[in-house]
């Protein structure tokens, strides 16, 4: 089982690109940038349906570490990722389009956005080297894309001088990720990637594209399971959930699901039909556990939201049908583990069909909690189980190179 400590979290990963950086381009970066992954405590599946999230960003980083390039040959981006052991070579000149490697695209995206607000002040993106290194798990469910989008928005704005308003951050990547690597995602990831605060997770409205941050108490950590089951979000299987929450809102003659309730649902049966009956409910009974389990913890009843966890997790089992067997091994482990131990709930988090399940539970067993959650996870699938905790992390941006150079450790 790995272990999420300090060790693991933004100090390593910067001394990590920091050095690698060097190595590959033989000078020390002069740009040093970070994005956070996320876990969801509730809210699944309602960002695209303009609903509620409750969304937390957690001590695992994408950093870029980038220095100015000579452009021999043209403005480029030369960007190479670490941990997949692949470079891109991007042309700034032109409007940057889609390209292999298919990672790259995160990137492109974000370029693409720049090109169009510079070209506005006529200004151009310079050239650039750039490394990529994170501690993100990718297809984990984790929000590492979004993580890649915000970092290089991150490092662009110092790049060219042009800073953005978070929203309109946020909401650039969101267009990179729906044009450039084809997921028709919601806001909550790329929002919460820019807003991410370490006092605690954000409620985020998706519909009026607002957030508050809700405590979380000093005594509490959420542990997260690695299933080691990658999705891709991009096969098809998430288009469709959304594809059909849209049909299901136009049946029921509403803008999206947000405007619909319980009542509204269970009346139009015959008119959704049964996959948009499921789907529908999903959305309106998720959205208020997503409400009420933010007024839960601002009044420190984590039984309570961990109640809703358990139910979040079976509809979207049920209902929206995006768990999996792996999944729901680690959710019906926690629940037998139970209060008494420590477990307050778990769920499945992230678009699913593989990925992380998130357990919330006192601090102090976590350690006894995960090893049994690891000996019934090997039992049933014959692997080990990586898993980490993490409290709310802060939410990266501007780094000091010079803080992690060589000398760094």
């Given at each position: ?97 889609r390209g292999a490697p298919a990672w790259s695209n995160y990137v492109r ?159 139009a049966r015959q008119i959704l039909g049964p996959v948009g009956h499921r ?131």
């Amino acid at each position: 089982m790995t272990w999420g400590t300090h060790s693991y979290g933004l100090e390593r990963v910067a001394i990590d690109a920091t050095r690698a950086f060097s190595d590959r381009f033989g000078r020390a970066p002069a740009w040093l940038v970070a994005a956070p992954g996320r876990i969801n405590l509730i809210g699944e599946h309602t960002d695209y349906n303009g609903g509620y999230v409750l969304p937390m960003t957690i001590d695992r980083y994408v950093v870029i570490a980038a220095s100015p390039a000579a452009a021999l040959h043209g403005r480029r981006m030369t960007i190479h990722s670490e941990s997949l052991g692949s470079t891109a070579d991007i042309g700034l000149d032109a409007e940057v389009g889609r390209g292999a490697p298919a990672w790259s695209n995160y990137v492109r995206g974000v370029l693409a956005g720049f090109q169009k607000r510079l070209a506005e002040r006529r200004l151009e993106i310079p050239a650039v080297d750039a490394l990529i290194a994170s501690n993100l798990p990718r297809g984990g469910g984790l929000s590492s894309s979004a993580a890649l989008e915000v970092a290089t928005a991150n490092l662009l704005e110092l790049v060219t001088g042009l800073r953005l308003a978070s929203l309109e951050k946020a909401l650039m990547c969101q267009t990179a990720e729906h044009d450039y690597a084809g997921v028709p995602c919601g806001l909550m990831d790329q929002l919460v990637c820019v807003q991410g605060d370490a006092r605690g997770p954000l409620l985020i409205d998706c519909r009026a594209q607002v957030a508050r941050r809700v405590p979380l108490d000093d005594g509490v950590t959420v542990l997260i399971s690695n299933t080691g089951i990658r999705h891709a979000l991009a096969d098809g299987a998430y288009a469709q959930r959304r594809a059909e929450c849209e049909a299901a809102a136009r049946r029921l003659g509403v803008a999206c699901l947000r405007e619909a309730d319980v009542d509204t649902v269970e009346g139009a049966r015959q008119i959704l039909g049964p996959v948009g009956h499921r789907r529908a409910r999903h959305v309106v009974t998720e959205n208020a556990r997503t409400v009420r389990a933010a007024e839960l913890l601002e009044v420190g009843d984590l039984d309570g939201v961990g109640a809703l966890m358990y139910e979040s997790h079976c509809s979207l089992r049920d209902d929206y049908e995006v768990s999996c067997p792996e999944l729901d091994v680690l959710v019906d482990a926690a629940r037998e583990i139970g209060s008494a131990a420590g477990v307050y709930g778990a769920r499945m988090t992230g678009g699913g069909f593989g990925g992380c399940a998130i357990t919330l539970l006192r601090t102090n067993p976590v350690e006894a909690v995960a090893r049994e959650l690891e000996r019934r996870f090997e039992r049933f699938t014959g692997r080990s189980l990586d898993a980490f905790v993490s409290r709310p992390a802060d939410g990266g941006g501007r780094l000091d190179p010079g803080r992690f150079g060589i000398g760094a450790s």
